[in-house]
């Protein structure tokens, strides 16, 4: 007889993203005519940089004559990439990063779900809410989680709200916690934190000996000074943080798949008897073990996104969004709605009217102005009376979708 991990069955229903596909579909079967504007999910619109395609184009012949033909490649990256990065992520910010802390995978979504492999299932979670998904579901299947709640919490996981009550800036947990997911620029809320306040958190984990997953998978799209790029701006933080950042949403890899987790070499957990164990030695056993490295033709892809042309060209794609997110902004406060984000990052998270659900509001926006977004609860118990919507879409879509707005009764 085979067992199933019993952990799954308690996820509810779907994926959230699932959800919201499988509403839209049911509404587009129904009215066939209706033109859908999508600015829901956080996936990209505009094409692969050139510098980007070019390199892949000269990677692709390489892999058609038998000289420069490559099989296997490094499971960690190719040292083209890694290289680059740490010079062009890091070094350049005054962060020395090896490497061998640098490991290349398909995705921050894997890397953030799969990082839990190497912790025990004894660990206390800690999450921000509302919260990217990810970090939620893979914890309640590796069996973290406790039970759900009618409060829409897990038992066994510590929230910790960010809303406009506190200005999108989390607090010091009162209760235990052993790992902690940080996103900053946030995904969902578009808001961030200032060097300051993430000075507070790394102060925190080393005295209390917590691990940091820090999601920087939207620095690209920082404006502000006083925020950081990397977590590893602040000192300290080579000890307790593990960084993901992706090339999806600065370099519009979400078809390709590349991304990157940086674990530095003097983070350590412990085992039950308090012996030390060297995290990124644990991870790269997982990631050798599981995973056979992303591609080489794309690996080249990601490596251009550093030559100078890359550079200028991600510059203006981020710039693109940027505008879309400023018109959006602008279309919210037309209707009189409050929105936050869409600053330092490509979403725009705004305050439903008091008298609609977050998934009211998404019926009202499908229904009757054909727009698709996100309603906020869920990201989390937190997120209920938030909509999230993405700076993503093409511009004749977003300036039409706006448009539409203004039709809306409330």
Not at 167 to 179: A, G, L, R, T
Not at 187 to 201: A, D, S, V, Y
């Amino acid at each position: 007889m085979a067992y199933v991990n019993e952990n799954y069955l308690k996820l509810p229903g779907s994926y959230l993203f699932s959800e919201i596909a499988k509403r839209v579909g049911a509404y587009q079967a129904a009215n066939p005519d209706k033109k859908i504007i999508r600015l829901g999910i956080g996936d990209v619109t505009l094409p692969l940089p050139p510098a980007c395609t070019e390199a892949m184009h000269l990677a692709v012949s390489e892999m058609a004559d038998k000289k420069t033909f490559r099989g296997y490649g490094p499971e960690q990256g190719y040292k083209f990439l890694t290289e680059k990065i740490a010079e062009n992520d890091y070094a350049k910010r005054g962060i020395s990063i090896d490497t061998d802390e640098i490991f290349v995978s398909d995705g921050s979504k894997s890397d953030t779900g799969n990082i839990g492999d190497i912790f025990g299932v004894d660990n206390i979670i800690a999450v921000t809410d509302p919260v990217y998904p990810v970090y939620v579901d893979t914890n309640v299947m590796g069996g973290r989680s406790g039970t759900l709640g009618e409060d829409g919490r897990w038992s066994k996981i510590v929230y910790i709200p960010c809303t406009a009550e506190n200005s999108f800036i989390p607090e010091i947990p009162k209760e235990k916690i052993d790992i902690l997911y940080l996103c900053f620029p946030n995904n969902p809320t578009g808001t961030t934190i200032t060097k300051t306040e993430l000075k507070k958190w790394v102060d925190y984990a080393r005295e209390n000996r917590v691990i940091i997953l820090y999601d920087a998978a939207y620095e690209a799209y920082i404006s502000e000074e006083d925020v950081a790029h990397s977590i590893y701006e602040i000192d300290g933080a080579k000890e307790v943080a593990i960084e993901f950042r992706s090339f999806s949403k600065n370099a519009g890899f979400t078809g390709t798949r590349c991304a990157f987790a940086v674990v530095p070499k003097g983070l350590f957990a412990y085992t039950k008897s308090g012996e030390k164990v060297e995290v990124n030695r644990l991870w790269n056993r997982r990631h050798t073990t599981k995973f056979n490295g992303v591609p080489y033709i794309i690996q080249r892809g990601a490596e251009a996104v550093y030559s100078e042309a890359g550079q200028a060209q991600i510059k203006e794609m981020i710039g693109f969004y940027m505008e879309n997110a400023r018109i959006i902004r602008e279309g919210v406060k037309a209707i009189n709605l409050t929105a936050f984000g869409g600053v330092n990052a490509p979403y725009i998270w705004l305050k439903t009217p008091e008298e609609y659900t977050s998934w009211q509001f998404f019926d009202k926006f499908l229904n009757e102005a054909n727009v698709v977004g996100t309603p906020g609860v869920g990201f989390g118990p937190s997120g209920e009376g938030y909509f999230r919507l993405t700076a993503f879409g093409d511009r004749e879509s977003t300036v039409e979708a706006m448009e539409r707005l203004l039709t809306l009764k409330f």
